[in-house]
């Protein structure tokens, strides 16, 4: 549920309504699948979002769940990852990294934050951290044709990608980087804000590279720079 | 897609979008996703109605897939289970029983005909039928507070209820009562009309009776009677 209210935030939107749908291992009981509906349930209000649809069964398998969220845009324009243009500031809304010890599973989705930042008209392109940094602001790139400066030394790194890069061995910044599941929002403006991090800069170019140099934007392959 | 297309026919709405999940078999390859895709498009095209989001993911478990179908009324006020007043006729679409010899896959979903029936502005009631006549009639007479006289007689059998009584040894009219995934509609008017077939009567009781004689309409338990 959490996930795809952050695909709302991601392009600016309200949820209007999710469905859902279980298929509920046969070895488990009503009450397991009474606490799947609360979770879902709570989530969805948080945001007035009604769970308006979708199906329950049962299966000699795994459980399996899916939601889709019908979204809104709701006055506002949505955002899309096509409109960064080159000189655009690039912001994240948050720490980043070692997500996977918990907060991959607690975050709040940035739906508000989205709405407000939409709502001063600079915002030029958006989209939630869920791949990772490196590979989002790629997606930015990608569907904006342009490039970007990235500096890695303003990098918001979150409290648990440095407990996580005592077990990994990794930089803390690696895993800022590239780790994932963050739902923080990563987004670009059309001049200064003082909402959230300012990480970097678009370019005209194509390529995503490091002003301080010090990591490599590769999504795969910047362990052989560091 | 067809069991979703027809339960917007069973309140006579349109389908307005379609959300889709698939949870692929690690063991099946991209044509196999590609098949069900290109099914489900055939499906839902066949009725306007656009495939607007959901997900898919791969897992080492069984296929896994769930539609939901967002409907819209379209100017015709939707028809409920809850309409149906003593005195109204009974009407199925089409012959019922032995679906599972292929048609619970192949048939068509009844959205036009639904569509056609309300504009008469004598439906009273409406479901499609999924759990086969004898429950889905119970879920009419429960929600309208009512009961009903069936005229077993008149219970058009398909074909298939014949050649699937051939194997399991049961009456053909046991079939068309019980089967399900006939996905006809069944549905109640104020006055006599010309399509489909009559079947019975709705009364002022709570049970539902064979004018016949020849069947208990009971769910379960008809196997004693007959």
Chains 1, 2 share one sequence.
């Not at 990852?81 to 980043?96: C, E, F, S």
């Not at 990772?132 to 990608?142: A, E, N, Q, T, Y």
């Not at 959230?196 to 392959?221: F, L, Q, R």
Request: hydrophobic share 40%; charged share 20%; net charge negative.
């Amino acid at each position: 549920m959490n996930r795809n209210l952050s695909d709302c935030a991601a392009m600016a939107c309200l949820p209007a309504a999710a469905v859902a749908t279980v298929a509920l291992p046969k070895s488990r009981g009503i009450d397991y699948a009474k606490q799947l509906f609360l979770g879902m349930k709570v989530a969805a209000e948080l945001f007035d979002c009604a769970i308006v649809g979708g199906d329950t069964a049962s299966w000699d398998a795994p459980l399996a769940m899916t939601v889709s969220i019908l979204g809104r845009s709701g006055g506002i324009k949505p955002i899309t990852r096509g409109g960064a243009k080159p000189g655009d500031q690039v912001y994240v809304t948050g720490p980043l990294g070692g997500s996977i010890l918990g907060r991959h599973m607690t975050f709040t989705p940035r739906v508000r934050e989205a709405r407000q930042l939409a709502q001063t008209g600079i915002v030029t392109s958006m989209i939630d951290l869920s791949d990772g940094l490196s590979r989002d602001l790629r997606h930015i790139c990608r569907e904006s044709h342009v490039g970007a400066i990235l500096r890695s030394s303003e990098i918001p790194i979150h409290p648990d990608a440095d407990t996580l890069s005592r077990q990994t061995c990794r930089y803390p910044i690696e895993h800022a980087l590239h780790d994932g599941e963050d739902y923080e929002l990563l987004f670009t403006t059309s001049q200064e804000q003082p909402f959230g991090y300012w990480i970097g800069t678009i370019t005209a170019g194509d390529g995503i590279v490091d002003e301080d140099g010090a990591v490599s934007m590769e999504p795969k392959g910047w362990e052989h720079k560091l």
